[in-house]
């Protein structure tokens, strides 16, 4: 998926992303939005974001709280990355 997405930090900087995967979380009803700056930690392991966001504008409109959406993004992302 070579799908880009963009935001304004904080400072007023624009920052592009790469897009990993987005999805439609059933039991929340809520629109997730996980993607990259294809940058590496300090675990040697990509990091990773994810927002909820908006499928019909392509905005964000929140971000993840609870460890209960973090697990459900994490073992999603495992699903997939499993499969390829």
Do not use: C, H, Q
Not at 13 to 32: A, G, P, Q, R, S
Request: aromatic residues 12%.
């Amino acid at each position: 998926m070579n799908k880009k997405i963009s935001a304004i930090l904080k400072n007023g900087e624009k920052k592009e992303y790469d897009v990993i995967l987005t999805f439609k979380n059933d039991k929340n009803n809520k629109n997730y939005i996980v993607y990259t700056d294809n940058k590496i930690d300090n675990e040697n392991k990509l990091k990773i974001y994810a927002s909820i966001y908006n499928p019909l504008t392509n905005e964000f409109v929140g971000i993840v709280e609870s460890k209960e959406e973090w697990y459900d993004i994490y073992r999603l992302l495992d699903k997939v990355m499993l499969n390829n």
